[in-house]
C-alpha cells in the first residue's frame, strides 16, 4: 500500500532555515508528481509547490517562492522541503502528497500524516 | 491572485443530500481547472475524495459524487451519515503547475 512518512519538523527561530524530508512506499516513485501542502493552526488547506516525476520541473505558491526549495531522489524514493529564511507565518503542519500521476495537472491522491514546524523565537 | 471560494459552511440531516460547491473569484471552474476535493476531519490529514471533476478515489463510497454545475465545480454527498461531519476543501489547477485550495466548507450533519 501507499505510504508517505513526513519527518525533520521541529521548533526553529525565524531566519533559520529547515529541511523536510518524506519517504515513500508501495508504489513507483520515480512515475509520480510529488506536492507539499501545508496547513497553519486552525487554518485551511494551502499548496505550496510541485515537483515533476524527475525532477525537471518545479512549480511554487508565490507566498514561498524564492525561500522554499523542493527536491527529490528517486533513487532513495524521498522527497525533500528545503525551507530558508523561515517566518512566524510558516508555521503549520506540512504534508507530502503523491500525484495521481507524472503531470504537473495532477492533483493529491495519497497524503503523509504530516510534520509540525513552528517557527519561534 | 486567483481565490478559490466555498461555502464557510454547510449543515445536513441524517440520510439528506448536500451540494457543496467551488468557484473562483473572477471565472468559471471547468473540467480544465482538474477540480479535486478532499475531506478532512479534526487533528487527522486530509483523505482524497474526488480528482479530474468526477474520479472517486480508491476506496471512497459512491455516495461522493463530483460534478461542474453551472459556473462551479461541485461535490454532492448523498444519504448524508454522521461521520460525514468534516471540512471539505477544492482544489484547482490555476495555471501551468500551480494549485490553489479553497478556504473549505465547514459540513455538520444534524
Known amino acids: 500500500q501507499v505510504q508517505l512518512v513526513e519527518s525533520g519538523g521541529g521548533v526553529v527561530q525565524p531566519g533559520r532555515s529547515l529541511r523536510l524530508s518524506c519517504a515513500a512506499s508501495g508504489f513507483t516513485f520515480s512515475s509520480y508528481v510529488m506536492h507539499w501542502v501545508r496547513q497553519a493552526p486552525g487554518k485551511g488547506l494551502e499548496w505550496v509547490t510541485l515537483?515533476?516525476?524527475?525532477?525537471?520541473?518545479?512549480y511554487y505558491a508565490d507566498s514561498v517562492k524564492g525561500r522554499f526549495t523542493i527536491s527529490r531522489d528517486n533513487s532513495k524514493k524521498t522527497l525533500y522541503l528545503q525551507m530558508n529564511s523561515l517566518r512566524a507565518e510558516d508555521t503549520a503542519v506540512y504534508y507530502c502528497?503523491?500525484?495521481?500521476?507524472?503531470?504537473?495537472?495532477?492533483?493529491?491522491?495519497?497524503w503523509g500524516q504530516g510534520t509540525l514546524v513552528t517557527v519561534s523565537s | 491572485q486567483t481565490v478559490v471560494t466555498q461555502e464557510a459552511s454547510f449543515s445536513v440531516s441524517p440520510g439528506g443530500t448536500v451540494t457543496l460547491t467551488c468557484g473562483l473569484s473572477?471565472?468559471?471552474?471547468?473540467?480544465?481547472?482538474?477540480p479535486s476535493w478532499y475531506q478532512q476531519t479534526p487533528g487527522q490529514a486530509p483523505r482524497t475524495l474526488i480528482y479530474n471533476t468526477n474520479t472517486r478515489s480508491s476506496g471512497v463510497p459512491d455516495r461522493f459524487s463530483g460534478s461542474i454545475l453551472g459556473n462551479k465545480a461541485a461535490l454532492t454527498i448523498t444519504g448524508a451519515q454522521a461521520d460525514d461531519e468534516s471540512d471539505y476543501y477544492c482544489m484547482l489547477y490555476i495555471r501551468s503547475g500551480t494549485w490553489v485550495f479553497g478556504g473549505g466548507t465547514k459540513l455538520t450533519v444534524l
Open positions: 473572477s471565472g468559471s471552474v471547468s473540467t480544465s481547472y482538474y
Open positions: 515537483i515533476w516525476y524527475d525532477g525537471s520541473n518545479k
Open positions: 502528497g503523491r500525484g495521481i500521476s507524472g503531470s504537473a495537472s495532477a492533483p493529491l491522491e495519497y
